[in-house]
Nanobody, 115 residues
Framework: QVQLVESGGGLVQAGGSLTLSCAASGLILSFADMGWYRQAPGKQRELVAHITSRGITNYADSMKGRFTISRDNAKRTVYLQMNSLKPEDTAIYYC?????????WGKGTLVTVSS
């Protein structure tokens, strides 16, 4: 059974940093394409960043230069380093995994950025 568990969310002031982690189990992480999505109150879920099994990354335009996605396959963990946080980054952040033609989601971790 594949499970994705996010951690690292919390309250941070504008301009601050947070690192989110996604611990994956039940899959061979090195074979999975992974991503972070977020959903703000009243808005649709949107892509934040994505990393392929080969380590190719892409980011939503508003996150480029501020956020960095990375993966440690040995630790079965995907990270999202977030810098220069803004109040509009406030959202629930979800880990997403695509593995053997299936898609999986974590339950999310809340990030709140105060002004």
């Amino acid at each position: 059974q594949v499970q994705l568990v996010e951690s690292g969310g919390g309250l941070v002031q504008a301009g601050g940093s947070l690192t989110l982690s996604c611990a994956a189990s039940g899959l061979i992480l090195s074979f999975a394409d992974m991503g972070w999505y977020r959903q703000a109150p009243g808005k649709q879920r949107e892509l934040v960043a994505h990393i392929t099994s080969r380590g190719i990354t892409n980011y939503a335009d508003s996150m480029k230069g501020r956020f960095t996605i990375s993966r440690d396959n040995a630790k079965r963990t995907v990270y999202l380093q977030m810098n220069s946080l803004k109040p509009e980054d406030t959202a629930i952040y979800y880990c997403n995994g695509r593995y053997t033609n299936m898609e999986y989601w974590g339950k999310g971790t809340l990030v709140t950025v105060s002004s």
